[in-house]
């Protein structure tokens, strides 16, 4: 008869082979969406950072090192952002490049500081996690390679998306430092994104862009889904670009420039209302610019019908699966009619 101890030795070995046998499975089998949501693409104007781990050491703290370099996550309710509300932009500890707006930080209760919103999708990189024996959606700075912490679908509407970060992961820069902060981001829809994400690439001072979905009310939806026309959403293109080499009123008349937005709910033979035109303003000043553009275009005698382009507040914007990323570059041509 097993003794006491052997009993616990067998059923502490089971678990153990249980857990692992289900991480492989998970491994094996799970193929997630989150997956293809996005490793940086190719063609990227943004400098990617690429420094040795002794070169990160001697330029971070401890704590910063171990959380975004060797993917640690530190204690709950210990970090300095945590419960922290001063208004500003929060930047990633390595290399600087802005991460969230205080205006979308909120309280989930959780130990650390959760974010509904990113700066930018291009920022951003995603990355199953099985670590765990489950799946979750790791988060990485673009620039830098850098671990920031998770990304969760359990958040606020209107995006759903809650951010879960390491406060070691981030640096503040206070709104009166921030307002000298020479990248920006701007938000369009103007039919399939594939080429309209090439065409605004292509622009001077455009620093990074990005394909994906926004202006309606479906939780991280897929391609098939947005192509139903049920989501609300349209197939849009954010835009990160530098203030000192081009104005949002520039950009806007360039947007204006790649396609026909007298066409309603449609671009050429693409039709439906997730191929519309449409400018998600970020804040007032960039409404007022988009409706002043959109007034002089339509009174200048330039479209001979009426210009339906939608001017909306910005609500979130989920990125297109990997695939639809750079898609005209990798093809190495035209892909969808704009004209």
Known sequence: MLKTYQKTI???????LAWAGWRGLNALFYQGSEAALNQAGDGNKMK???KSPEEWRQELSPEQFRVLFQKGTERAF???FNDFWEEGIYLCAACRTPLFRSQDKYDRRTGWPSFRESFSEANLEYHDDLSLGTHRIEVRCAVCGGHLGHLFYDGPAPSGKHFCINSAAMRFLPSAEAEGLTTAVATFAAGCFWRV???LSQIEGVLETVAGYSGGQTTAPTYRQVLSGKTGHAEAVQVVYDRNLISYDHLVR?????????????QGPDVGPNYRSA???HHQEQKEIAEKVKAELQASGRYKKKIVTDISPFRSFYRAEEYHQKYYQKKMGPACPIE
């Open 10 to 16: 067998i059923l502490g070995l089971s678990l153990l």
């Open 48 to 50: 990617r950072i690429n």
């Open 78 to 80: 210990s970090g300095q």
């Open 197 to 199: 994400e090439y065409k």
């Open 254 to 266: 360039k947007f204006f420039e790649l396609h026909d937005p007298t066409q309603d709910n449609r």
């Open 279 to 281: 400018i998600f303003y």
